[in-house]
């Protein structure tokens, strides 16, 4: 199971193609240079060896006429019962007057020649010639057979090495990718947590080395300054909501203490003032609540939660305040789902949304919230034929104190804020949908394993 999800993991794409690639070239560059080192040293030996040869018959001092060097050519030949090598002289107008191999005169010095020894196909060799005192020639003849054998290996040796270079570049590129995409899914994984909130997450350095080492030490103190200024935020954030809800407690309960020592028009003005300060309240209440999940620190019960009890509680709840709307609820399918979670805050998130419908869409408008499930998800989908909020917007009402552009009645800007803050905190996501017409919300949690059911 465990080389499954190692194979399930994402790859990097061409650079293992790429690296493969220039490893079959790198391979067959080595086997192109081995060639031309072993086709130089073979050249080089056949040429001394000529060399030598040479010396034997261009005796320094001896007589160098053709009668001299053909009568040394017999006495050399004859005693010789091996020999490599074939002797031609050529007269000075090209005719053959020493030897038995058919060949065209080679220029002098050194060359490579074409020649037939009585066998009918024609061979090649390599030949040195010496141009004596009365314009005949000395030819000496190697046959190149080494050469020639390295032609002959040469295409079984090519494909050889193709097919090293295909095994070996295609493994190790495998293995390099393999490598590779492992320690990018650990950094994805640890960046797939911060983006749901979870800023105590870091990206794991175990079995690192050199430039990954240093990139991951890097990253993680990145995230740590990031961590420290949210949580600052945070900090700040509550404090100034902490601070200014306890005066705006006690201003609203002098507000109410004091209408029974008014008359009726300085009462509309106090019940006016209440309701402004309990308003004021509720937003710093929910600024409260947001930091609190956000920074993990709301008191949680987390436990296998089915989801359709649940359901069904929140919308007779809710019915009614849609109904006053204008609006009206209907409950969709229920299929039997169970989450880990908390019932306070899921109670809350589906409030918070059915709340929105009855405050932000028109009368006469009709919500469904129905419970399905998706692969290794439960979804919960809260939909309404209202008028939506444009593709362009989704992303920014889920931000706190962002409303939608269509939206002219009161409110925080704080319910979708609340809602994606606890969807995040029970590793789950929340999803802007058009219902065409209307929005669909949509909610995914991770179900709850079978083995899980229990703790």
Not at 146 to 164: F, G, K, S, Y
Not at 182 to 187: D, G, I, S, V
Not at 358 to 376: D, E, N, R, Y
Not at 417 to 429: L, N, P
């Amino acid at each position: 199971m465990r080389g499954l999800t190692f194979l399930a993991q994402p790859r990097i794409g061409r650079l293992a193609g790429q690296f493969g690639l220039a490893f079959a070239l790198a391979m067959a560059g080595a086997g192109a240079l081995l060639y031309w080192q072993a086709r130089a040293q073979i050249d080089d030996e056949v040429e001394t060896s000529l060399r030598r040869e040479q010396a034997r018959i261009l005796v320094p001092g001896a007589p160098q006429d053709t009668a001299a060097i053909a009568r040394r050519l017999n006495a050399l030949t004859g005693g010789r019962v091996i020999s490599d090598k074939g002797h031609m002289l050529f007269a000075a107008d090209g005719r053959a007057i020493w030897g038995r191999i058919e060949m065209a005169p080679p220029p002098p010095g050194f060359a490579d020649v074409s020649f037939r020894d009585g066998r009918p196909d024609w061979r090649e060799g390599h030949a040195l010639t010496a141009r004596l005192p009365d314009g005949a020639r000395l030819v000496i003849i190697e046959h190149s057979e080494a050469v020639e054998n390295i032609h002959a290996m040469l295409p079984r040796t090519a494909l050889i090495l193709v097919i090293i270079s295909v095994v070996v570049g295609g493994g190790a590129a495998w293995l390099f990718s393999a490598l590779i995409a492992q320690r990018l899914a650990r950094t994805m994984a640890a960046a797939d947590a911060l983006a749901r909130g979870d800023l105590s997450r870091r990206i794991p350095d175990a079995g690192l080395d050199g430039v990954f080492a240093q990139q991951v030490a890097g990253l993680n103190r990145m995230i740590e300054r990031m961590a420290d200024m949210v949580h600052s935020q945070r900090q700040f954030a509550s404090h100034l909501a902490h601070d200014l809800r306890t005066p705006l407690t006690r201003l609203r309960a002098l507000l109410q203490a004091d209408r029974e020592h008014t008359d009726a028009a300085g009462r509309q003005l106090l019940e006016r003032a209440e309701r402004e300060c309990r308003s004021i309240i509720a937003i710093f209440d929910a600024l409260l609540r947001l930091s609190e999940i956000e920074a993990g620190r709301h008191p949680t019960a987390m436990a296998p939660l089915p989801l359709a009890p649940i359901i069904e509680d929140v919308a007779e709840t809710m019915e009614p305040v849609i109904a006053d709307a204008g609006s009206r609820l209907e409950l969709g399918a229920l299929f039997p789902a169970t989450i880990r979670g908390d019932v306070g805050l899921v109670h809350q998130l589906l409030v918070n949304l059915l709340d929105n419908v009855a405050l932000h869409t028109p009368a006469q408008t009709c919500a469904t919230i129905g419970l399905s499930q998706t692969g290794t998800e439960a979804v919960i989908t809260i939909a309404d034929n209202g008028p939506g909020i444009a593709e362009a917007q989704r992303d920014r009402v889920m931000q706190p104190f962002e409303r939608g552009t269509a939206s002219n009645r009161p409110g925080s800007g704080l319910g979708l804020a609340i809602a994606d803050a606890i969807m995040r905190f029970h590793d789950g996501s929340l999803e802007l949908a058009d219902n065409g017409p209307g929005l669909a919300v949509r909610l995914r949690f991770p179900l709850l394993r079978a083995g899980m059911a229990t703790f």
